[in-house]
């Protein structure tokens, strides 16, 4: 079966520096979504992304935040000066039009 | 906004047991409603889903039942086994221009002992 995958499986960051998280989405799903998890804590929406564009954002998802797709198969989420509380599992996932998503396992994000 | 609620966690069982683990919630429109699974190390898969009210989502011996008259999606199972153990998550979702935006509770740790 088809499936969502995240590089890294664990990021270690020092505050301040930029930290870019990658994703493999299923190669035939349109829509494409981050999350994250802090820990202890409820999953999160961040943003979705259609047709090259960000289709909604949360309130989390401030100018530190931005989502590329850079070619027909990744898709990147990028935060540009990390924070302590940018400390989360990030998760990615991917969707057909009006189906259910398929996550991939996350990436662990440690900002020191 | 949108909303959802969980039964709190830990939920530790012998296997065999009865599961119910509640979920409520609070939404404009009509969501879809979702039961999502995560196992120790992975990442979150789907269980089951309702798209509209009375649906009934099942797999794997798990059922919930949209309810739109108390805004519930419980989710049951009639003998639970070890295998089961892990951390479940309720979720409603919206559509918006065919992206789904997924509203999480705050997920329920299932611990099933032999």
Redesign the interface.
């Known amino acids: 079966e088809p499936e ?1 995958t ?1 590089t890294p499986s664990h990021q270690v960051t020092q505050m301040g520096q930029e930290v870019i998280l990658r994703c493999v989405p299923i190669s035939n799903h ?2 494409f ?1 981050w ?1 994250r998890q802090i820990l202890g ?5 961040l943003v ?3 047709n090259n564009e960000i ?2 954002k949360s309130e989390i998802f401030d100018d530190q935040f931005s989502v590329e797709r850079p070619d027909g198969s990744n898709f990147t989420l990028k935060i540009r000066s990390t924070k302590l509380e940018d400390s989360a599992m990030y ?1 990615c ?1 991917s ?1 057909d ?2 189906q ?7 990436t662990r994000l440690s900002i020191l | 906004g949108d909303s959802v609620t969980q039964m709190e966690g830990p939920v530790t069982l012998s296997e065999e047991a009865f599961l119910t683990i509640n979920c409520t919630y609070t939404a404009t429109g009509y969501p879809s409603l ?1 039961w ?1 699974v995560q196992y120790p ?6 269980l089951l ?1 309702a798209t509209k009210a009375d649906d009934k989502g099942s797999n794997k011996g798990f059922e919930a039942t949209y309810r739109k008259e108390t805004t519930s999606f419980h989710l049951e199972k009639g003998s639970v086994q070890v295998s089961d153990s892990a951390v479940y ?1 309720c ?1 409603l ?1 919206g ?13 329920t740790r299932l611990t099933i002992n032999p």
Not at chain 2, 96 to 101: D, L, S
């Open positions: 969502v995240q349109l829509y979504y999350y804590q409820k999953v999160e929406f979705s992304f259609y289709s909604e998760f996932a969707s039009q009006e259910p998503q398929h996550f991939g396992d996350g | 979702f999502y190390g992975e990442g979150l898969q789907l889903k998550f979720a979702g559509i918006i221009q065919g992206a789904q935006k997924l509203v999480f509770g705050q997920g």
